[in-house]
């Protein structure tokens, strides 16, 4: 027997039209759901009165939809609590921002605090407070630019500045490598507060490698600051009695670090809009000055 003998009642044209266009209300929505899942004839009236176009689009929608990646719990959590998603997937993709890296830092570390009790031998953790400056300023640099970041195809489309996102990734780098940091520190309770004399170097390289950035480049920027700073302590235990605190960990060095990052930001604002430049981060060539 066929469905025009079982069916007594089909759905008229005017409410396959509201269908098609969403604005049939219930209850002959319900009514119109449930006979067009049983009614050959139903849906071809149906597909007559539809438009292909807009068929086609929905039908690409959903593609769209269900191919699009499901954000993780941290990226769920940033935009639950305000931040755009695209900046939100972009801080998620931050290399130095996944388990890997992390776990390579916070074993670097623990191994760092091991040798510092191993080999007391001054009132300052001096191995430590040598490495803890330079891992905040290794992971700023490999966050960004298309040399380091695995990432910089879909970075260089977002709707972002450069010098925002390269802020952005910036305070979520050193909000991490701050904290692993300082949780290490708390390992070396015995020193007291020479064991924090890593902080003010740390925002030192930090910002000093941000700024030559907008001259030299995110490689080359940084591996100079790196190397000023291995130098400086070279030289600085060359000079130093034995047992005595290297001169960047005394009150004096401590000062002329705090100077030195206030400079940094500062030279770091005026040459912001060479990031949005593509010469230098935006659309994060990673080369140098023009």
Known sequence: MSDDMRTTWHVPEEDLQAYVQGE?????????????????????????VSDPVALDLGWERL???????????????????????????LLTATPVLRASWLGAVAAVLMMTVLAS??????ATPTLFLA????????GVALSYGPALDP????????????????????????TVGLGLNGLATLALPS?????????LPALALTGTGLALTARIGPVLAPSLVG?????????????AASGATLAPF???????????TALAAGLLYLVRDRFDSSTVYGPFSGGGAA
């Not at 009790?117 to 001054?122: A, L, Q």
């Not at 490495?131 to 290794?138: H, V, W």
């Not at 007291?192 to 890593?198: C, I, S, V």
């Open 117 to 122: 009790y191993s080999m007391r031998t001054s």
């Open 227 to 239: 190397g000023a700073w291995v130098a400086l302590l070279a030289a600085a235990h060359a000079r």
């Open 63 to 89: 593609d769209a939809e269900l191919d699009a990646p499901r954000p993780g719990l941290v990226e769920a959590l940033l935009v639950r609590i305000g931040v755009a998603d695209h900046t939100a997937r």
């Open 151 to 174: 990432t910089y195809e879909m970075v260089a489309v977002t709707p972002t500045h450069g010098f925002r996102l390269l802020m952005i990734r910036t305070v979520a780098v050193l």
């Open 24 to 48: 049939l209300a219930a209850p002959r929505l319900w009514s119109a759901d449930t006979h067009l899942a049983s009614c050959a004839r139903c849906r071809a009236a149906l597909a007559e």
């Open 191 to 199: 020193y007291g507060l020479h064991a924090l004399a890593w902080l």
């Open 131 to 138: 490495l803890a400056p330079l891992l905040p300023l290794a």
């Open 250 to 260: 005394t009150a004096t060095g401590q000062t002329v670090a705090a100077a030195v």
